[in-house]
């Protein structure tokens, strides 16, 4: 797909992978359709946006947790921008502790955030895309949806239903020139984990990430691993293919699902 111009739009845009993310596009030229909870940081990214290049971005306030807010969010992008080349269901909650303590509350905001908020963006979305016989859905979930991490069963569960999710939409849209990919980050330095004192092992700069949803959108063939070289090499015999671990890097070379590629801890 040529970015230049094509109209992207990303759930989540305030901060983190969402923001990096929209600065990454901003550079290719594309246009942009922000949705976030906070407004006053959304329209600081969308100007930091413009500054790196993209000709036309708008911005509104976002709650995906919400199934109108969902909705109205795509049909305000359509309006604005008569169409959407590009969905990046990026928004998401987590939270950590054991599955006993977790309010109640948090269980449905989780819920409602990482799973019906894709379904409803995605459900908007499509009909618009399949009239046109092209688009890109891509979706972002976590290197725990196909590998669950204990004291995030919810987040966890969350993650595997977007990659089944996913994976059977990608099957119904066979043939329609609509595309659906999953990006599966590892643990990524935002403020997703700024409210923890659990152990979080290595992290990974939100623009590692950002590239990688780029050029998936670009090249929309297979999804994506952002992962160290021990996690994926634990996925291989979960999802085969050809793994190459020289240099220090993990990167799949053939497989019908996923393209991993293992980024160096020393990176920012």
Excluded at 137 to 155: K, L
Aim: glycine letters at 10%.
């Amino acid at each position: 797909m040529r970015l230049k111009g094509a109209v992207v739009a990303i759930t989540g845009a305030s901060s983190g992978i969402g923001e990096a993310t929209a600065l990454e596009f901003a550079r290719k030229g594309a246009r942009l359709a922000l949705g976030a909870r906070r407004l006053d940081r959304l329209n600081a990214v969308a100007e930091k946006c413009r500054q790196k290049g993209a000709p036309d971005v708008s911005t509104r306030r976002l709650d995906v947790g919400r199934n109108a807010d969902a909705r109205a969010f795509v049909a305000a992008a359509l309006r604005d921008h008569e169409r959407i080349d590009v969905l990046v269901n990026n928004a998401g909650l987590g939270w950590m502790g054991r599955l006993h303590e977790m309010p109640e509350e948090k269980v449905e905001e989780l819920l409602a955030t990482n799973l019906a908020g894709v379904i409803a963006c995605t459900q908007a979305a499509l009909p618009p895309m399949l009239e046109r016989r092209r688009g890109v859905i891509i979706n972002v979930a976590s290197v725990v949806g196909f590998r669950a991490a204990p004291y995030s069963a919810v987040y966890s569960a969350t993650k595997y239903a977007v990659v089944g999710l996913s994976h059977a939409l990608r099957g119904e849209l066979s043939g329609t020139g609509v595309k659906v990919c999953v990006v599966y980050p590892a643990s990524t330095k935002t403020e997703f984990f700024d409210h923890t004192e659990a152990p979080i092992g290595p992290q990974y700069s939100a623009s590692w990430v950002a590239r990688l949803i780029v050029r998936t959108a670009r090249f929309p063939r297979r999804d994506a691993i952002v992962a160290p070289y021990r996690l994926v090499h634990l996925t291989e015999p979960v999802f085969g293919g050809l793994v190459d671990h020289s240099m220090g890097e993990a990167r799949r070379l053939a497989s019908p699902g996923l393209s991993g590629r293992g980024l160096p801890p020393s990176k920012p």
